[in-house]
């Protein structure tokens, strides 16, 4: 390790943006926000650096006796660095851009440190503390915007209090079973607390069922407190996953699969933006669950391929945060079918936003093209439940997720800027703006046509260019495949168009049911537990009453019981008592 | 050189007890000068010997020149120099205490320099008929004391204890007479070797004089059932004596109890009988409990806390029959801090009573608003005696209990866990009654208007639906006439404390909760004792 790489492991990055953080509140708005970018920059740089023989164990201490490791350092927590300091600092530019308060910049650094701090823990207990940090901050973030911001923060809050919660008793059974919180020490998590780590991980993931605050969230915080949110708390919650089940588990990647349908279906029923692109986090979670969940069934090339959607997928899904979030902020609109026929005056944005779409909907030369490929490829060596083509389950699930995709961008374009005459003629992006999207329009396609340096930033790189795998994602199969998928796509959009409208209408997601059943739920428990506690109360004063009265009037008991004597010992008795117990010792010590 | 120090200390007080009754002839108040000075020399004396045991370990001197065990023997090891130096100190302090408030007369200072003179010997004494020459010097002159005000309820507590105190001093001589048949010999270092080469730990005699002995014993601490006559003595006894006995009588029993069981019959008695140990963890439990629910019963103040310090020796001789190094490292404890904590009360209560003629709970009503020194003290001390930490109360309990939890861990017996649920609930009993007091100090509202106004214009107030403010404002109603602090018309009580014994109460509350931070040097300082008579 040369002296320039030792010095990069003594620095902690999550320290050097918390700093920026502060600097954001008290320095004059541009330079803040110059430092801010230059602190995520430095990250970025920093991981980017540290790929060329920095890894290991750096900043190893003691915590309360407990041995941790502040600044851990191996392939998976660098090309997690190297995208999050990376895409922070388009973020960081988007933000200046799109008149972001100070205090938005601020609170969306501190959880970009917080993030940073659980990719680099080295242990359970600082993931845990960083964990923790990370849902405080990210609901200050949603609070800060205010209105309708608030309610769904608390939501937000109660989920990610839970999920951490939960993840913590996983830490304490794990410690309890292993003795150790290192990562090194053990094998992802320990067996016994598989499940409470699932589900407390599985809520920041969003697991069906657990994903309602997602779409709930994330639609209503400033547009580049959106930006922020999209891509570090379900995305690094897929790393910690990775870091919990390193061997995967079918359950995983069926759970994938399943998510990446579920959230394809209700993102086409979407008429909110910003809500739409929520569900389709869930879906995209999906295609990474399963690319990590066949890590022992197919090998280190699934996981390589869930790494990889994870990478780009933290660049497009932001970047159409950001296309969609210039929109709103222009228009002041938030439904697509008040918009249309954007395209002619917002040119730039529709330029990015036909980038983000295509990588996310993996078109041939973008990013996501090359990811959702190898997870696809994965999932297509197993042959559990298989249906038609040759298929599993599992490759029909993502395959079916994949139309659905499609159809949903094809939707949300159409809207944003066909669909009809142009009745809104708002100005394009501002430059900052731009700026942020091109960095990461620039890497989609970067990463979709030069695929080998993707490949080259992720783990297992050896195994992927070996002669076995030999991964070529241009082959004839890939494209067809893809080819397939589009004209699906489009076919399926505009053949449903009009029952989808209608499904829109009737269908609801699961918080239907959730939001009034816990908001009922917890009031009758505060009901139950307030007059119960109340009966406990009053019982209990009544009794304590009682026995106040007696203590206090003993003779009268005595009175009133019938018996007339004086209680307390006078002389005679004292002797009484004095020989008695002598009589008593002296007969239990010789005869006992 | 410094061993001829030991018999100085029990001489000079008795001799000195001649003085004011020979001087007072001719000088009045000859006794405060006399009694100070001597107490100053046998605290100046503590200091010297607990110096030298703690540096260069314990030593003895013979009586006379006549060599044990034929001749009687004074020892100082780190046991009896640390009851020495509680002895001191608080009889020291008891004298500011009495100089304020009373009793003065000659006939007063004598009786106390000979109970000071009785209690070092006690601490100090290598021999058991020695001891209870001591003991009886201790019961007689504390008889005496108690009377010392010369009320019929006084009279009738001292002669409730003087009766039922000669039964018990008698037990442990008839104990003493056993052994003494038994081995031969009366040197306490003596005995414990004589058992074992004539006798045995299960020789009747031995059993039956250890029996003796500690029912003699129980009486003098006054464990429950026995306590009787210690409620009366410390309710009726002058304020200044309550303070004095409550804080030094019993301890330097307990003292004794500990001394004779572990260097005369030592553990391994214990050991071998488990009846004997079982007998005084149960009646240690029972005292613990008894004591603390009497306790929060009482209204009043001194015989609430006579009550306490039953269940409180009771905690000590729990940690007698354990048998457990850290157990009896926490009664040892307990017991200093104890003999402090109640010193400093019992200094209080008086003070009070003296300042505002509060007697009773009711009417400590708002007096941290007048004294608030006085009534923090209070506090503080009451916090200790619960065992909240830091203080020396929660050492010692902390030990007793450990200690329990340990023995009940190596035999597995239920009686240690039980007794460490006992010495909880316990804290819970002494939480609610310190509560009481605290409560009524600090939160008990007295409406100092009304109250004025109601002694100019009593028609004012006089329908049952005006009670200006609960049970505090009518027991201030009640105390209108008799004594309260607001009205100023009644010369009896000066609504104020004398300055010096607040110091001295001030200094006892502070010394409680420093001494809390001392556990590590109560574990070094007496560790040489304790491994010893563990060995």
Not at chain 1, 315 to 329: P, R
Not at chain 2, 233 to 241: F, G
Not at chain 2, 291 to 296: M, T
């Amino acid at each position: 390790m040369t002296g320039a790489t030792a010095a990069l492991t003594a620095i902690p990055p999550y320290l050097v943006v918390a700093v920026a953080s502060l600097l954001v509140l008290a320095l004059p708005r541009a330079v803040g926000h110059g430092l801010g970018a230059l602190a995520t920059a430095f990250v970025f740089a920093q991981a980017v650096l540290l790929g060329d023989g920095g890894t290991g164990a750096h900043l190893a201490t003691e915590f309360l006796g407990f041995d941790v490791v502040l600044f851990n350092v191996d392939p998976f927590s660098l090309l997690m660095g190297v995208v999050v300091g990376f895409l922070a600092t388009a973020a960081v530019l988007y933000a200046y851009g799109s008149d972001a308060p100070k205090w938005v910049t601020s609170l969306a650094l501190i959880y970009v440190a917080t993030t940073i701090g659980t990719i680099y823990a080295g242990d359970w207990l600082t993931l845990i503390f960083f964990w923790e940090l990370m849902a405080v901050t990210s609901t200050l973030l949603v609070w800060q915007y205010g209105g309708a911001a608030v309610r769904a923060g608390y939501r937000y809050a109660l989920f990610h209090g839970t999920g951490g919660t939960v993840l913590l008793a996983a830490v304490v059974v794990h410690f309890a079973n292993a003795g150790t919180f290192l990562f090194s020490a053990t094998t992802g998590i320990h067996p016994a607390a598989t499940l409470l780590a699932a589900i407390g991980i599985g809520i920041n993931c969003g697991f069906i069922f657990l994903h309602s605050w997602l779409p709930d969230t994330y639609p209503r915080p400033h547009v580049a407190a959106s930006v922020f949110l999209s891509v570090f708390t379900t995305k690094t919650a897929v790393y910690v996953m990775y870091r919990a089940f390193p061997e995967g588990g079918m359950w995983l990647a069926y759970l994938g699969g399943f998510m990446a349908v579920y959230g394809a279906f209700f993102a086409l029923l979407q008429y909110d933006p910003r809500r739409l692109l929520s569900y389709h986090i869930q879906a995209q979670v999906g295609y990474m669950l399963a690319g990590l969940g066949l890590a022992t069934a197919v090998g280190e090339f699934a996981v390589t391929g869930g790494f990889a959607h994870l990478f780009n997928n933290v660049l497009y899904k932001s970047l159409l945060f950001m296309a969609v979030g210039v929109v709103i902020y222009r228009t002041g609109l938030e439904d697509i079918r008040e918009m249309g026929g954007l395209w002619r005056v917002m040119p730039v944005t529709f330029l990015v936003y036909v980038v983000g779409a295509a990588s996310i909907t993996a078109v041939p030369g973008f990013n996501g093209f090359i990811s959702k490929g190898m997870v696809l490829d994965s999932a297509h060596e197993v042959h559990n439940y298989v249906l038609l083509l040759d298929g599993g389950l599992l490759w029909w699930l993502l395959v079916l997720g994949g139309v659905g995709t499609f159809m949903s961008f094809i939707k949300l374009g159409y809207y944003v800027f066909f669909h009809g005459s142009a009745t809104l003629s708002p100005d394009d992006a501002t430059a900052f703006q731009t700026a942020g999207m091109l960095l990461a329009a620039g890497a989609c396609v970067f990463f979709g046509v030069f695929y080998g340096q993707l490949i080259e930033l992720m783990p297992f790189t050896e195994i992927i260019r070996s002669d076995e795998v030999y991964f070529n994602p241009y082959s004839t199969s890939h494209l067809t495949e893809s080819a397939a998928l589009l004209v699906a796509g489009f076919v399926g959009f505009f053949a449903l168009k009009r029952p989808l409208g209608w499904l829109a209408h009737h269908m609801r997601d699961v918080d239907a049911v959730l939001f009034p059943a816990a908001f009922y739920a917890g009031r009758w428990s505060v009901w139950g537990v307030t007059e119960g506690w109340a009966a406990v109360d009053r019982a209990t004063m009544r009794f304590v009453a009682g026995a106040k009265w007696v203590a206090m009037n003993p003779r009268q008991l005595l009175a009133n019981a019938g018996v007339d004597a004086e209680i307390r010992a006078g002389i005679g008795r004292s002797v009484l008592f004095l020989t008695l117990t002598a009589a008593v010792t002296l007969f239990a010590l010789l005869l006992g | 050189m410094t061993d001829v120090l030991l018999p100085l200390s029990i001489a000079v007080p008795i001799v000195a007890a001649t003085l004011p009754l020979a001087l007072g002839l001719r000088y009045d108040d000859v006794g405060w000068p006399v009694a100070a000075v001597t107490t100053l020399g046998v605290v100046g004396s503590a200091a010297a010997v607990a110096l030298e045991v703690y540096t260069a370990g314990p030593f003895d001197h013979e009586l006379g020149g006549f060599a044990p065990p034929i001749g009687i023997e004074l020892v100082a090891d780190e046991l009896s120099a640390a009851v020495f130096l509680l002895v001191a100190l608080v009889s020291a302090a008891t004298l500011v205490l009495s100089r304020a408030i009373g009793p003065r007369g000659n006939a007063f200072h004598s009786a106390y320099l000979l109970l000071t003179g009785g209690l070092v010997g006690v601490a100090l004494t290598g021999d058991l008929f020695n001891l209870f020459v001591f003991l009886e010097i201790v019961g007689l002159t504390t008889y005496a004391l108690i009377a010392a005000d010369r009320s019929g309820a006084s009279a009738y507590a001292s002669l409730k204890y003087l009766v039922v105190g000669t039964v018990g001093a008698s037990l442990y001589l008839v104990g003493v007479g056993y052994v003494f048949l038994a081995t031969g010999t009366l040197n306490m270092a003596d005995v414990s070797t004589q058992i074992v080469e004539q006798a045995s730990y299960t020789d009747p005699l031995i059993r039956a004089g250890y029996a003796f002995i500690v029912v003699g014993f129980a009486l003098k601490i006054a464990l429950f059932p026995v306590h009787s006559w210690q409620p009366d003595a410390y309710q009726r006894a002058p304020d200044a004596v309550t303070t004095l006995v409550a804080a030094l009588v019993s301890t330097v029993s307990a003292y004794a109890l500990i001394r004779v069981s572990y260097s005369v019959f030592t553990v391994d008695f214990l050991a071998a009988n488990d009846a004997i140990t079982t007998g005084i963890l149960v009646v240690s439990g029972v005292s613990i409990l008894a004591g603390s629910a009497l306790a929060v019963m009482q209204s009043d103040l001194k015989r609430m806390f006579a009550y306490s310090s039953v269940a409180q020796f009771g905690m000590i001789a729990a940690a007698v029959g354990i048998a457990d190094e850290t157990a009896l490292l926490g009664g040892v404890v307990h017991l200093v801090g104890h003999g402090l904590m109640k010193f400093g009360l019992f200094c209080g209560l008086a003070l009070l009573a003296a300042g505002y003629g509060a007697r009773r709970v009711e009417d400590l009503a708002s007096l941290a608003r007048d004294a608030p020194f006085a009534a923090g003290a209070l506090a503080v001390l009451g916090l200790s005696l619960v065992g909240i930490p830091p203080s020396v109360g929660f050492l010692g309990k902390w030990y007793i209990a450990l200690g329990a939890v340990r023995s009940a861990g190596a035999t597995g017996g239920v009686v240690g866990i039980g007794l460490a649920a006992v010495i909880l609930a316990s804290t819970l009993f002494t939480l609610a009654y310190v509560a009481r007091v605290i409560e009524q100090l600090y939160f008990a509202g007295v409406d100092r208007e009304a109250a004025a106004h109601g002694v100019t214009a009593p028609g004012d107030r006089g329908g049952p639906g005006d009670g200006t403010d609960r049970d505090a404002g009518s027991a201030v109603a009640d105390g209108g006439d008799g004594g309260n602090a607001g009205d100023g018309v009644d010369a009896a009580v000066p609504g104020t404390v004398p300055t010096a014994p607040l110091v001295v109460l001030v200094v006892a509350a502070l010394v409680t909760v420093g001494l809390g931070f001392a556990g590590a040097g109560f574990e070094t300082l007496l560790d040489p004792y304790l491994s010893e008579v563990f060995a």
